[in-house]
C-alpha cells in the first residue's frame, strides 16, 4: 500500500487520550475526528494517532469539539484479538497538526 501524505480537516469528537509506549515511555494520544464529506452530505468519523512531543503539546492545547487540521497518513491497521478474531481499521497517524483559532 502506498503512502500518500493527505490533509484533513474536523472537529475533535470524545476525549483525548493520552498513553506511553511501555519500552521508550513514548507519549501516544489517540482521538476521534468527525470530518464531513460535503457531496454526500455525511460525517465520517476517523481514529487519528499522534505521537512524541507533538502529542503532550495538543493534549495540553486540544479540547472536545475544537476544529483541527491534519497532515499525515493513512494506515490500516490489522491484529488478532484475544478471543482470535481478525481486527481491521483505518488510521491516520498525523505529522502535523494545527488548531483553528
Given at each position: 500500500m502506498e503512502e500518500k501524505k493527505e490533509i484533513i480537516k474536523g472537529r475533535i469528537g470524545k476525549e483525548i487520550r493520552l498513553?506511553?509506549?511501555?519500552k521508550h515511555q513514548t507519549p501516544v494520544v489517540?482521538?476521534?475526528?468527525a470530518t464531513r464529506v460535503e457531496e454526500a452530505d455525511l460525517t465520517v468519523w476517523r481514529k487519528i494517532v499522534?505521537?512524541?512531543?507533538?502529542?503532550?503539546?495538543f493534549k495540553i492545547q486540544a479540547?472536545?469539539?475544537?476544529?483541527v487540521f491534519?497532515?499525515?497518513?493513512?494506515?490500516?491497521?490489522?491484529f488478532?484479538?484475544?478471543?482470535?478474531?481478525?481486527?481491521?481499521?483505518l488510521e491516520f497517524r498525523g505529522d502535523s497538526i494545527a488548531i483553528e483559532v
Open positions: 498513553a506511553y509506549t511501555p489517540r482521538f476521534e475526528l499522534l505521537v512524541g512531543k507533538m502529542a503532550l503539546n479540547k472536545k469539539g475544537m476544529k491534519i497532515e499525515g497518513v493513512e494506515k490500516l491497521v490489522q488478532v484479538n484475544e478471543e482470535g478474531r481478525d481486527i481491521q481499521y
